[in-house]
């Protein structure tokens, strides 16, 4: 597939086959996801497959909204994003490089999980990167390293349809010259 269409044709998709994602599907997908750039190369971004439908489930019952439930409960794969703590936008002395200061990893883990989910749409896979969770509890249930973050939640898998494409805002209200 071409980058733009890619870019183009990427949705949010909340429904999915329960055709398997492999283990081979899933390792070539982080390891594309290695290459979206980071702050001083740092490459913080770290990745949680939870294949287990047990392990899902306890996910969705303990940290999420029901809407959110649905969705874990009916992907193939859940790829949680976590950060190492206190490494992009730090200087080594552990003082903020810039006045965005903490802000810069989850700049980087957003680039990360975006280039995971057009890496996922190459290979015709649906994604839908979820929010509205209880993360202190979901870092718990995941077992995340200490000095790691959880940042999101990504289903994954193929899907059940085509969703349709939301209506995208004009170019005057999105550009701006000076």
């Given at each position: 597939m071409e980058t733009l269409e890619?870019?183009?044709?990427?949705?949010s998709v909340r429904k999915f086959t329960d055709k398997e994602v492999s283990k081979e599907v899933i390792?070539?997908?982080?390891?594309?996801?290695?290459?979206?750039?980071s702050w001083k190369n740092t490459q913080t971004a770290r990745?949680?497959?939870?294949?287990?439908?047990?392990?899902?489930?306890e996910l969705a019952q303990k940290c999420c909204a029901q809407h959110n439930q649905d969705i874990i409960n009916g992907a193939p794969v859940v790829i949680a994003t976590t950060i190492?703590?206190?490494?992009?936008?730090?200087?080594?002395?552990g003082s903020y490089s810039t006045v965005r200061e903490d802000n810069w990893q989850a700049f980087d883990n957003g680039i990360a999980t975006q280039t995971l989910c057009l890496a996922a749409c190459d290979k015709g896979l649906g994604?839908?990167?979820?929010?509205l969770y209880d993360i202190e509890k979901a870092q718990e249930?995941?077992?995340v390293p200490e000095g790691q973050l959880l940042m999101s939640l990504v289903a994954l898998g193929?899907?059940?349809?085509t969703p349709d494409m939301p209506k995208r805002k004009?170019?005057?209200t999105l550009l701006s010259y000076r």
């Open positions: 890619c870019i183009k044709t990427r949705r390792e070539d997908l982080v390891l594309s996801a290695s290459f979206a750039p990745y949680i497959a939870i294949v287990d439908p047990e392990k899902k489930a190492v703590d206190k490494r992009s936008g730090f200087e080594r002395d994604t839908v990167i979820m929010g249930v995941l077992e193929y899907p059940e349809g004009d170019l005057e």
